[in-house]
């Protein structure tokens, strides 16, 4: 998507956008205070935020059969063990608690929580990022799969990441028609946009780069349909909030 609006590949209707770039829970907790315009996080954060915000509707990550992991040295009770997750706003953890009860965690940074298990600090750790891919390299197994689990329960794929904007933003059509037709841009142009997100990247190779993105930026991104609003909206039911699916 930003790949798009810096290379001047889509009409932008007379707005500017400035790029913001940090990890899913600081803009989580940044979501809570309604600092930023237009933001990415968490599907099982906008609960929290709901009536500051307005879930546009592209851009989601969905993970359809598949999703966060739980990965670990050897095979462990993850109900007896203490657990690093990337954040208590994340989806990722509202999903582990709906698959598990209430597990023994510990936050930490998602990008430090692989190196954590491996060194044995911790005893399982939770994956959102490309080491959902490349566990087995760093001698670790995986124990759940909670996009799977999601899908066995629910019949429908996982809701990770969602857009929002805010709801007193002037402008709001005009923005999400600019943010839609990035993102699609962009799709059209993998091997470009791929390489610009690349910048932003933790030094994996391109391979696992295009595989990962290709795990959560696909159809479900440029639209919910009927099965991502439903996704989401029972995502929110199992969470016990009462808050609604808002679509710009």
Known sequence: MFWALEAGRVET????????????????????????????????????VAERYLLLPHGASMGDGYGPIVVA???????????????????????LRLALGEPRVRELPFDRILDEVRSGRADAGLLIHEGQLTYADAGLRKLLDLGAW??????LPLPLGVNVARRDLER??????????????????????LAYAERFGRGIDRETADRFVAMYVNELTTGYGERG???????????????EATFA
């Open 13 to 48: 209707r007379g707005l500017a956008f400035e790029q913001v770039v940090s990890d899913i829970q600081t803009l989580n907790e940044w979501a809570l205070e309604a600092r930023l315009e237009v933001t990415a996080i968490s599907a099982g954060a906008y609960p929290h």
């Open 150 to 155: 999601w899908q066995t329960e629910t019949g």
């Open 172 to 193: 709001l059509d005009d923005v999400s028609a600019v943010l839609g037709d990035a993102i699609r841009v962009g799709l059209e142009h993998r091997d470009e946009a």
């Open 73 to 95: 040295r050897q095979d462990v009770d993850l109900r007896e063990v203490e657990i690093v997750v990337p954040g208590r706003l994340t989806t990722a953890y509202l999903v």
């Open 229 to 243: 609003r439903q996704a989401i909206e029972e995502l929110f039911r199992r969470a016990g909030t009462t808050v």
